[in-house]
């Protein structure tokens, strides 16, 4: 009992007093738990703190620190979008305040049973006779005045420690919010109070409050712009999701397995709902991420994957870094996350086939698949070409080829050493493509319009051209067939004809 009630007391104490290093909503940030029931983000000199309430008494408080970015305009549409699908986020935060929860228990553990081993230890070592000699020494201490004063400084110390600790007068749990008179100076505001009656905010945002000096028209104008961004992202794409149901999707047969394939999302998490709706409305059991998940690949960006990460829950995962996820960060972040990241190595795939995928060859990293420095765009296919031919088990070709730009496969599939070479890269969709391979055997090529709707390298809030998710079908180890389903800018949501990818080559 001794042992349980140290460990409990020094878990919330090691867990209230405990900070990590994360990266949220595109900001460096450090992260407390707190026992508020809130979660309150500061968000500099400039902007309004936010507070809103959690569900339980957990609370959180977040300090973001830097990012990159080139207007404020740009950062308010970020947290916008952001707002309107923030599941991705919230499952950082949830992942991380577990973790540390996790971490306190295991430290207090271990401290409480050094403590009472300790204890145990030094109550043993003198011996039945001196043990005798201090009980009867202790009590005769405590009787006097003295022995009290002792024991009361003593009481004191502890609990004076403990408040100093736990800090009940802190940020997170002093709420001083004037819901009748307005902002109050350095005081919490609701949001519709803060913007005015002349803005509407939706019904959801309620309960949200900002703080902060900074109540100039400039700032109002700032956050009346997001929320509008907000309100017209979630519609948007809420009525996208309601429409998901009402499509034609190939009804997969017995036997058969389906796996949606995603190519250029270039930051647009919005679109993260839609792809899971298709997703399970046609039967998937798995996801292929042909890169471009980001812009710049930068680590600000990491809320795309989480994003994409979080939405695909529960799905098979596997993923290629395309030539705007430069650098290590993509790559390295979607394997943290339990994505299958490939790298020039044929892996089981969807449905018992058999998968091989690479990187971009045109990222700044090139992946252990390429050690040369300077090899052309051709001559990465045509070593490419030699994985996949070196790797075909009886003369059969790799079922799946999964690389950003289809491009790359092209030698592939001339060998007749791949099925299906499947990616993106150019936002515009192309095929599936017949092509005979030089050794009899028939392949396709296939090319994913952007799913995040990207006319350029960057895409949040509502799409700016057709956005693509296709379902890819597969039985006995290949792929049979697939379908497009496409969304336009209106928001006309459209399940083309399934297409199988019949073979008629040799054997």
Excluded at 97 to 103: D, F, I, T
Excluded at 108 to 115: N, P, Q, R, T, V
Excluded at 233 to 246: H, I, L, N
Excluded at 413 to 439: I, K
Aim: glycine letters at 12%.
């Amino acid at each position: 009992m001794l042992w349980l009630a140290l460990t409990v007391g020094s878990s919330a104490w090691l867990f209230l007093s405990s900070e990590r290093q994360v990266v949220l909503a595109g900001h460096d940030s450090v992260l407390r738990p707190t026992l508020s029931g809130t979660a309150i983000i500061h968000t500099g000199p400039v902007l309004p703190d936010v507070r809103l309430d959690v569900a339980g008494p957990v609370g959180v408080d977040v300090t973001l620190g830097k990012t990159e970015l080139r207007s404020m305009d740009e950062l308010f549409e970020r947290y916008a979008v952001l707002g309107s699908a923030p599941d991705g986020q919230r499952a950082v935060v949830v992942e991380q305040v577990e973790s540390m929860l996790v971490a306190a228990v295991i430290r207090g553990a271990a401290i409480s049973l050094a403590i009472v081993a300790g204890g145990v230890l030094l109550w043993w070592m003198p011996g039945a006779e001196r043990r005798a000699d201090l009980r009867r020494r202790t009590r005769e201490a405590v009787r006097t005045r003295r022995g009290l004063t002792t024991a009361g400084v003593g009481l004191v110390t502890v609990a004076v420690l403990a408040v100093a600790v736990w800090q009940p007068w802190g940020e997170a749990g002093a709420p001083t919010t004037d819901k009748e008179a307005g902002p109050v100076a350095g005081g919490w505001s609701p949001l519709a109070r803060f913007l005015g009656p002349e803005i509407p905010v939706p019904a959801e945002l309620d309960g949200v409050e900002v703080r902060g000096d900074a109540y100039a028209n400039q700032t109002r104008r700032l956050v009346a712009s997001a929320v509008d961004t907000y309100n017209s992202s979630r519609t948007f794409y809420e009525k996208v999701v309601a429409k998901v149901p009402d499509l034609a999707l190939h009804e997969p047969a017995e036997g058969e397995t389906v796996a949606a394939l995603v190519s250029d999302r270039h930051d647009n998490v919005g679109m993260d709902a839609v792809v899971r709706a298709i997703a399970d409305e046609g039967g998937a059991t798995g996801i292929l991420d042909a890169g471009d998940d980001t812009s710049t690949g930068s680590d600000w960006e990491t809320f795309s994957l989480d994003s994409l990460t979080d939405a695909s829950d529960g799905l098979d995962k596997w993923a290629v870094t395309g030539n705007h996820d430069h650098g290590p960060t993509v790559g390295t972040y979607l394997a943290k996350k339990g994505w299958t990241v490939l790298d020039g190595e044929v892996v089981d795939g969807p449905g018992g086939s058999t998968l091989l995928g690479v990187p971009d060859p045109r990222t700044s990293g090139l992946g252990n698949w390429v050690d040369e420095k300077d090899v052309s765009f051709a001559e990465a296919g045509a070593k490419l070409a030699d994985i996949a031919c070196d790797s075909m088990d009886e003369g059969k070709p790799v079922a799946t080829l999964l690389v950003h730009d289809p491009s790359l496969g092209r030698e592939t599939l001339r060998r007749g050493c791949a099925t299906l070479v499947v990616g993106g890269h150019r936002h515009v969709h192309q095929g599936p493509t017949e092509v005979a391979g030089e050794n009899g055997e028939i392949g396709w090529t296939y090319t994913n319009g952007t799913t995040g709707g990207a006319a350029y390298a960057f895409a949040m809030g509502k799409i700016r051209r057709t956005a693509e998710i296709t379902l890819i079908t597969y039985a006995d180890g290949l792929p049979v067939g697939v379908q497009s389903v496409e969304l336009e800018t209106n928001g006309v949501l459209t399940a083309h004809d399934y297409v199988p990818l019949e073979r008629t080559g040799t054997e």
